[in-house]
C-alpha cells in the first residue's frame, strides 16, 4: 500500500511539473505566423487562441448564424459577397468589408462568406458601442501615396482595430514595441516582416500574431502594401 501511495504521489508530483513546463514553453512563444490558403477553406478554424486575443477562419453558408459572444468581435470578409441581419438591421458584405460585432449580438448570414473572424478578450465592455459595418472603399479612403497611414476606424474600450496602409515608395517602417497583443493579416502586397531577430517573408493572406514586447516592422516592399491590425485592450491603457 505505502509503495502505491509513494507511486501515485510521484505520478501526480510529474503531471504537476509536466503542466508547469508545457504552460512556461507556451508563455514563451513571442509570435506565429499562419498563411491562409493553408487552412481549411470549408470549415471554420481557429489558429490563434490566447487570454487576450484570438483569431479563426469562420465559413458562413447560405443560412449560417454566428451566436452571441461573452466578447467584442471583428469580423473581415476575405471572400464573397450576402446580406447579414443583426437584430432587425441588415448589411451588404462584400470583400473588404469589416464588420464590428457587439457582444451579446447575433449576426445571420444569407450566403456564402469566407471570413476572419478576430476577439479580443477584454472585459472593458462599453454598451454605447453598436454593431456596425465599414465597407472598403471607407476603409481605404484616408490612403496617402506620400506617407505611411494608420486608420484605426475601430477604437473602442475591447479593441482598437485598423489598416495600414504603406506605399512602395517608402519602403517599410520603423521598429514598434507595444505594451499589447496583436493579430495582422494581410491583404495587399509582399514584404519582409522582422520580428525581434526573426524575418519572415509575407504575402497575401499571410496571418501574423505577435505577442507584447516584441519589436516588429515592414521592410523590402514589392508593392504598395495593406495589413489589417487589431489591438487587444487587455494591456493597453485606454478607455474609450
Not at 505520478?11 to 498563411?35: G, I, M, P
Not at 476606424?153 to 479593441?159: E, R
Not at 499589447?180 to 493572406?205: C, H, L, Q, W
Request: net charge negative; proline share 1%.
Amino acid at each position: 500500500m505505502k509503495n502505491q501511495c509513494e507511486s501515485k504521489q510521484l505520478f501526480y508530483a510529474l503531471c504537476l511539473l509536466l503542466t508547469a513546463f508545457s504552460s512556461y514553453a507556451q508563455n514563451d512563444v513571442k509570435w506565429h505566423v499562419y498563411e491562409m490558403d493553408k487552412l481549411s477553406s470549408n470549415e471554420s478554424v481557429v489558429y490563434v487562441d490566447t487570454p487576450t486575443i484570438s483569431g479563426e477562419t469562420y465559413v458562413t453558408n447560405s443560412a449560417s448564424t454566428l451566436q452571441a459572444s461573452k466578447s467584442d468581435r471583428m469580423l473581415f470578409v476575405v471572400e464573397g459577397m450576402c446580406t447579414a441581419t443583426v437584430k432587425s438591421e441588415t448589411m451588404d458584405l462584400k470583400t473588404g468589408d469589416v464588420v464590428f460585432l457587439k457582444a451579446d449580438d447575433t449576426i445571420k448570414f444569407s450566403g456564402s462568406l469566407k471570413t476572419m473572424l478576430w476577439t479580443s478578450k477584454s472585459t472593458k465592455t462599453n454598451h454605447r458601442d453598436k454593431t456596425g459595418k465599414f465597407s472598403k472603399e471607407e476603409i481605404e479612403a484616408e490612403r496617402d501615396a506620400s506617407e505611411n497611414v494608420w486608420n484605426s476606424f475601430i477604437d473602442t474600450s475591447t479593441m482598437v482595430a485598423g489598416l495600414y496602409m504603406l506605399p512602395k515608395s517608402l519602403n517599410g517602417d520603423n521598429t514598434l514595441t507595444h505594451i499589447f497583443d496583436e493579430i495582422n493579416y494581410v491583404v495587399n502586397g509582399s514584404a519582409k516582416f522582422k520580428m525581434n531577430n526573426t524575418i519572415v517573408d509575407v504575402r497575401p493572406g499571410s496571418i501574423m500574431w505577435v505577442k507584447r514586447g516584441v519589436g516588429h516592422y515592414f521592410y523590402d516592399l514589392s508593392d504598395d502594401f495593406d495589413v489589417f491590425i487589431l489591438f487587444e485592450t487587455i494591456n493597453m491603457d485606454h478607455d474609450h
